[in-house]
């Protein structure tokens, strides 16, 4: 019986892969801040979340869970609200610390140039939301 059940979870998860509305949905445009941050916006009207983790070493260790919220109102221009859910760190001494990070938030423009190539702009202020 549990088998059976499975196999109609499974079916049930696969014709929802299959859905065509969903092949119309915009594709995510990721930013990796720490690699690289393209020109490209996310699709103009969607909400973008990305979070992940972050960890640091050497005399001390900083752990941390960045996250940046992405909107884009139309091809070029958007905004870009992120900062880090929380943090660790570790000093030499062997302090702990614990807390929230600073926050930012940024306008972003982009400049198509020829071809599939494009100029971004990113101006933007960091809000001391963290406590130390």
């Given amino acids: 019986m549990k088998l059976r059940a499975a196999w109609h979870i499974a079916a049930l998860l696969g014709a929802g892969l299959a859905d065509p509305a969903r092949a119309a949905e915009p594709a995510a445009t ?15 009207g969607h909400f973008e979340l990305e979070a992940g983790w972050q960890k ?5 260790s900083r752990s941390g869970f960045p996250w940046l919220l992405k909107h884009a109102f139309t091809e070029n221009f958007g905004i870009l609200l992120g900062g880090e859910a929380a943090v660790l760190q570790r000093e030499a001494t062997g302090q702990r610390r614990r807390g929230y990070g600073d926050s ?3 306008l972003k423009f982009r400049r198509p140039l020829a071809g599939t190539s494009a100029l971004g702009l990113e101006v933007g202020v960091k809000l001391a939301t963290a406590a130390d």
């Avoid at 990721?30 to 103009?44: E, F, G, I, W």
């Avoid at 640091?56 to 001390?60: F, R």
């Fill in 104 to 106: 930012s938030l940024a």
């Fill in 56 to 60: 640091a070493g050497g005399d001390g």
């Fill in 30 to 44: 990721p930013y990796r801040p720490s690699v690289s941050n393209p020109a490209d916006l996310s699709a103009p």
